[in-house]
């Protein structure tokens, strides 16, 4: 069974960052994760044209993003649970629900880090103070805070690019694979990419795409 969220307000949608750096990618997840908390989600097994946000919770567990001219995705770094037919996150490395208390703790852990220069006791101190944490328990929180900047976050995403569009060099319709411009790689596609061909990508039951060469 997958989750499509549809119609989710434009509050949440215009937060979802370009992503550039590992920070930014654990931003988009714990957006997600918010959505989750409070938007009504639709349960199919079958996948849908119309939604903003896709989870899918089977094998390859992934959020996948609408945007402008297509879409991106990351792997899911929490556990989801099915309880009634609803959908909720699970943080397995510190035993807690995905709530908004911990979403909040990893936010500002992120922008603690973006502040200036990794601090593991700037980033501790911080949580501590704002969230009323002993120090043991703000360290369990900066844990959780580096395994998932260091988890494997899967990243890609689809653009349909007419404004850089340069021949073969820049293909209208790319994937770029990795997020930092120093190590991503990209992939010419001839056409507008659906829903069913991400399914094809990441879905090992289903025939795969194939590269050709041009002439």
Do not use: W
């Amino acid at each position: 069974m997958n989750f499509y969220c549809i119609e989710v307000p434009k509050y949440y949608l215009t937060k979802f960052k370009a992503v550039r750096k590992s920070t930014d990618n654990l931003h988009n997840a714990l957006l997600v994760a918010e959505v989750i908390n409070s938007c009504n989600l639709h349960a199919s097994d079958s996948s849908i044209d119309d939604f903003d946000i896709a989870i899918f919770i089977n094998e390859f567990k992934r959020f996948l993003i609408k945007k402008e001219g297509g879409y991106f995705s990351m792997s899911n770094p929490f556990q989801a649970i099915i309880d009634n037919d609803n959908l909720k996150l699970h943080c397995d490395f510190v035993g807690e629900e995905v709530s908004g208390s911990l979403i909040s703790i990893l936010r500002n852990a992120i922008s603690t880090y973006e502040e200036g220069f990794f601090s593991s006791d700037d980033i501790i101190l911080s949580l501590s103070e704002s969230f009323n944490l002993d120090i043991p328990e703000a360290n369990k929180y900066f844990d959780l805070f580096t395994y998932l900047l260091a988890f494997d976050h899967g990243y890609f995403r689809f653009d349909d690019d007419s404004d850089n569009e340069n021949g073969q060099l820049h293909p209208r319709y790319h994937f770029d694979i990795f997020y930092r411009n120093s190590t991503s790689l990209k992939i010419g596609y001839d056409r507008p990419a659906e829903i069913q061909c991400f399914l094809s990508l990441i879905d090992k039951t289903i025939p795969k795409k194939f590269l050709y060469d041009l002439k």
